[in-house]
C-alpha cells in the first residue's frame, strides 16, 4: 500500500512539474534590456551636459503609457561621456512579448520659467567648471518620447540603446539666456546596428570637421541654414554625428541597416562655418562596421 500511494505521488508531481514546464513555455513575457548613449555637441566649451532620468515609461495599445517598475532612479549621467559608442545601461525590464514603437523618459528638470532653481536634476557644465540649469519648456510633466520599432520576443530578450542626442537637444534662449533642454531621442536595436568609421586627410588648418549622418536622399542644402529660433538645430534631420577626433578619425555609431549620405562641414570653436562636400549612397548593414575614409581634397 505505502509502494502504491508513493507511486501515485510521484505521478502527480510529475504531472505539476509537466504543466509547468508547458506553462513556462508558452509565456507571453519577455525582457527589454535598455541602454543611453549619445551623440557628441558640436560646442567644445561644453564639457558635460547632465541629465537625471527619475522613470521610464512605455507605451501600450489605447494611448496607455506604463511605468518600468524595475527602473532603480533617479539616475544621473554626463551624455557627453557616452559618445563614439559607449553606452551605459539603464536597466532590464519584462514586457509583454510584442512589438514597440515608443518609450517616454521623465526628467528631473525644472520647469521653464522658475527663476534660479536649486539643485536641478539637468544642467549643463562649461569648461570653466561652472554650471548652467538645463530648463524644460514643455514635458515637465509628460515627459519625453523616444521613438523607434522594436520587439520583445516571448521568453527572449531584445537590446535596445536610447540616444538622446545633446546636439539636438539643449539651446540657449538669445533673450533670457537661459539652457533650454528639447531632447531628441531614437531608439535603435542593438543586434540589427552597424557603424561607420574613418579618417580624415587633407583637414584645413584651423578648423573643426564635423561628419553629419542622412540616410539617403534626405539631405537638402537647407539644412544647413541658420535655425529659425532657438529651439531648433541647424542639420535638424541628420540621424547622428561626430566631430573628427585629434587622430583625424570619425565614428558613427548606433545606425540602422540602410544607405547613407555624409555630409562633411567646418566649425570654428563651435561656430559652423561651411558644407564642404557629401560622401553619397554609404551602405550599413547589421552588425558590421563600414570603414569609409574622406579626403577633403576630393569633396
Not at 100 to 124: H, K, V, W
Not at 135 to 143: K, Q
Request: aromatic share 10%; charged share 20%.
Amino acid at each position: 500500500m505505502k509502494k502504491l500511494i508513493s507511486l501515485i505521488v510521484l505521478a502527480v508531481f510529475a504531472s505539476f512539474l509537466f504543466i509547468s514546464c508547458e506553462k513556462d513555455e508558452s509565456s507571453t513575457n519577455g525582457s527589454i534590456t535598455l541602454s543611453i548613449t549619445d551623440a557628441p555637441i558640436d560646442n567644445s566649451d561644453v564639457a558635460g551636459v547632465y541629465l537625471t532620468i527619475t522613470e521610464i515609461q512605455y507605451h501600450k495599445s489605447n494611448n496607455d503609457w506604463l511605468t518600468f517598475e524595475e527602473y532603480e532612479g533617479p539616475q544621473k549621467f554626463n551624455i557627453l561621456e557616452l559618445t563614439n559608442g559607449e553606452s551605459a545601461l539603464l536597466g532590464s525590464f519584462e514586457l509583454d512579448a510584442g512589438t514597440y514603437t515608443q518609450l517616454r523618459f521623465m526628467l528631473d528638470a525644472p520647469e521653464y520659467g522658475i527663476p534660479n532653481p536649486s539643485n536641478p536634476g539637468c544642467y549643463i557644465e562649461f569648461a570653466d567648471a561652472t554650471q548652467e540649469p538645463l530648463f524644460v519648456p514643455s514635458g515637465y510633466e509628460t515627459g519625453w518620447k523616444a521613438v523607434g520599432k522594436f520587439t520583445v520576443p516571448s521568453n527572449g530578450d531584445v537590446a535596445v540603446t536610447a540616444d538622446f542626442d545633446a546636439r539636438k537637444s539643449v539651446f540657449e534662449a538669445g533673450v533670457t539666456g537661459m539652457y533650454i533642454l528639447k531632447p531628441t531621442i531614437r531608439l535603435i536595436v542593438d543586434n540589427q546596428a552597424g557603424q561607420i568609421t574613418g579618417g580624415i586627410t587633407n583637414i584645413p588648418d584651423g578648423v573643426d570637421v564635423i561628419i553629419y549622418a542622412y540616410e539617403d536622399g534626405v539631405y537638402t542644402s537647407a539644412e544647413a541654414e541658420d535655425p529659425v529660433n532657438d529651439t531648433t538645430a541647424r542639420f535638424p534631420n541628420t540621424v547622428t554625428s561626430d566631430g573628427v577626433n585629434d587622430e583625424g578619425n570619425y565614428h558613427l555609431a548606433f545606425l540602422a541597416p540602410m544607405t547613407y549620405d555624409l555630409v562633411v562641414a567646418t566649425s570654428i570653436e563651435g561656430e559652423f562655418q561651411e558644407v564642404l562636400g557629401i560622401v553619397e549612397d554609404v551602405v550599413v548593414e547589421s552588425k558590421k562596421t563600414t570603414n569609409q575614409p574622406i579626403d577633403l581634397s576630393s569633396l
